[in-house]
T-cell receptor, first 114, second 112 residues
Framework: KAGVTQTPRYLIKTRGQQVTLSCSPISGHRSVSWYQQTPGQGLQFLFEYFSETQRNKGNFPGRFSGRQFSNSRSEMNVSTLELGDSALYLC?????????????FGPGTRLTVL | DAKTTQPPSMDCAEGRAANLPCNHSTISGNEYVYWYRQIHSQGPQYIIH???NNETNEMASLIITEDRKSSTLILPHATLRDTAVYYC?????????????FGGGTRVLVKP
């Protein structure tokens, strides 16, 4: 079975622009979570989607948004980019997203904001 | 969320067992302990998880104390490829879904 895939792997943007990152979960997985990793803050939870609905959200500003499609693929969008948004963005998928499900991570998208 | 405490770093000799401790003294009865590791700039890799009993798989063993306030991840025969940051996580499941709360992890360096 193919793992979680994320595109693009690397991205360079400038301040004020917006960016969309894509995540394809493992086949059959319906829950997709997004995380941001920076050297200063570590790995932080952004949001989780299940069956096209956001059901959990971390403490991030409204510039960070996401959605999930009927095939469970997910996208996250960051508008009005700031320098501090430079990070590794990780997507993780699990079967149903409950406490007995294991989350499997993709390789991440490295975003650099100049 | 139950907080976890791990030593920031540890060294291990290649071929020896690596024992990684984790404290989670505020864990509640229905929270699982998960271990992930992250090799430089890659996505975290799932290792093992458990609730009360000790668990073993092809990668590692997980020993959870009877009071569940701490656990130890054991890599039985560490190799150079086991050099990574290891995260101990208490899994919170709420009615609104679930999330993983990562702490600082333990940076493990396996030396030849």
């Amino acid at each position: 079975k193919a793992g979680v895939t994320q595109t693009p792997r690397y991205l360079i943007k400038t301040r004020g622009q917006q960016v969309t990152l894509s995540c394809s979960p493992i086949s059959g997985h319906r829950s997709v979570s997004w995380y941001q990793q920076t050297p200063g803050q570590g790995l932080q939870f952004l949001f989780e989607y299940f069956s096209e609905t956001q059901r959990n959200k971390g403490n991030f500003p409204g510039r960070f948004s996401g959605r999930q499609f009927s095939n469970s693929r997910s996208e996250m969008n960051v508008s009005t980019l700031e320098l501090g948004d430079s990070a590794l963005y990780l997507c993780a998928s699990s079967l149903m997203g409950d406490s007995t499900d294991t989350q499997y991570f993709g390789p991440g998208t490295r975003l650099t904001v100049l | 969320d139950a907080k976890t405490t791990q030593p920031p770093s540890m060294d291990c000799a290649e071929g020896r067992a690596a024992n990684l401790p984790c404290n989670h003294s505020t864990i509640s009865g229905n929270e699982y302990v998960y271990w992930y590791r992250q090799i430089h700039s890659q996505g975290p890799q799932y290792i093992i998880h458990g609730l009360k009993n000790n668990e073993t798989n092809e990668m590692a063993s997980l020993i959870i104390t009877e009071d569940r306030k701490s656990s130890t991840l054991i890599l039985p025969h560490a190799t150079l490829r086991d050099t990574a940051v290891y995260y101990c996580i208490v899994r919170v499941a709420t009615a609104a879904g679930n999330k993983l709360t990562f702490g600082g992890g333990t940076r493990v360096l396996v030396k030849p």
